[in-house]
C-alpha cells in the first residue's frame, strides 16, 4: 500500500510538473493550479483508499481500477500535451496548413480562435513559400457565419493572399474537420507523393487532434497555440472526458481485465 501512495504522489508531481510549461509567464497561475492539485490529489484517495479499506473486495478493486484508468489516460494526455506543444520547430515544410476553427461570434472570431490563427501568422510570415491553408468549421446554431469564412476574412486582412485559402464549411467536430480537410486535400493534391500537413489548434487540443487524424490516415505535425489560465483547467478536462468517450471501449475491456487479473493473482 505504501508502494501504492508513492507512486501516486510521483505521478501527481509529474502531472503537475507537466502543466507547468502551459502557463509559463501567465498571471493568475492558481486558477489551474489549485483545481488541478485538487482534483489529482482526490483521483489518488479513490485510487489507494478502496482497496486499502476492503483489501480482496471484488468491488473495491473495480472501484479502485476504475479511477486509476481515468488517472492513466488523464496522465497520458497531460504528458502528451506537454510533449507536443514543446515541438515549436517545424522541421518539415507544410504543403497544407489546416487552422480547425472555434466559436466565432457577430465580433468575429474569439480569443480562443483568434490565438490559433496569429500562431499561424506567426508560421506563415516565416515561409518562403507559403503552403495552402485550409480552414476547417461550420457555421454552429449560435454562430452568425460559418468559422471557416469568419477565418478567412480575419487572414485576409492579414495579407494571406486569397487563392491561398481553401475553405471547409461543413465539419462540426474535430473528427468531422480532419474528415472534410481530407477529401478537399484529395481534391486538390495531384502529387504521387502523400503531402506535408501542419495542424494549428489550441495547445489543450493537440492529443486529441493527433488521434482523430490518425484515424482519417493523416500523418500530421501540430502547432499549439497557448491558452490563457482562465480557460485552460476547463478546457483540459473537456479534452480528458472527450478522450474517455472516444477510447471507452477499450478502457473498459483494460478496466474489466486488470480487475480480474488482480482478483485472481494478488488476492
Not at 472501484?63 to 484508468?69: A, D, L, N
Not at 522541421?91 to 480562435?113: E, F
Not at 479534452?239 to 480487475?259: D, R, S
Request: with cysteine; proline share 5%; aromatic share 10%.
Amino acid at each position: 500500500m505504501i508502494i501504492l501512495f508513492i507512486v501516486l504522489i510521483m505521478m501527481t508531481l509529474i502531472d503537475l510538473a507537466a502543466v507547468h510549461p502551459l502557463m509559463k509567464g501567465q498571471p493568475d497561475q492558481k486558477r489551474v493550479w489549485l483545481p488541478l492539485l485538487g482534483l489529482l490529489t482526490l483521483s489518488d484517495l479513490l485510487i489507494a483508499l478502496p482497496v486499502h479499506l476492503w483489501p480482496g473486495q471484488l468491488l473495491a478493486t473495480a472501484v479502485s481500477v476504475g479511477f486509476s484508468t481515468w488517472y492513466l489516460t488523464a496522465s497520458v494526455y497531460l504528458w502528451l500535451t506537454y510533449w507536443y506543444s514543446s515541438r515549436t520547430h517545424i522541421t518539415v515544410k507544410p504543403d497544407y496548413l489546416i487552422i480547425l476553427g472555434a466559436r466565432v461570434t457577430p465580433h468575429g472570431p474569439t480569443k480562443t480562435l483568434t490565438r490559433r490563427l496569429e500562431t499561424a501568422l506567426t508560421f506563415l510570415t516565416k515561409q518562403s513559400q507559403s503552403p495552402k491553408v485550409i480552414l476547417t468549421g461550420g457555421q454552429g446554431s449560435d454562430e452568425p457565419d460559418s468559422e471557416a469564412s469568419v477565418m478567412s476574412a480575419f487572414l485576409k486582412k492579414h495579407q494571406v493572399e486569397p487563392h491561398r485559402l481553401l475553405l471547409e464549411e461543413k465539419a462540426t467536430s474535430t473528427a468531422t474537420n480532419f474528415k472534410y480537410s481530407k477529401q478537399i486535400i484529395n481534391s486538390d493534391w495531384h502529387q504521387l507523393t502523400e503531402p506535408n500537413l501542419l495542424v494549428v489548434t489550441s495547445d489543450y487540443h493537440l492529443v486529441r487532434s493527433k488521434l482523430l487524424a490518425w484515424q482519417q490516415h493523416l500523418t500530421i505535425a501540430t502547432l499549439g497555440a497557448w491558452t490563457t489560465t482562465a480557460a485552460l483547467f476547463p478546457a483540459m478536462l473537456r479534452e480528458v472526458a472527450a478522450l474517455l468517450l472516444q477510447l471507452k471501449y477499450p478502457l473498459i475491456a483494460g478496466w474489466i481485465i486488470v480487475t480480474f487479473l488482480i482478483q485472481c493473482f494478488i488476492y
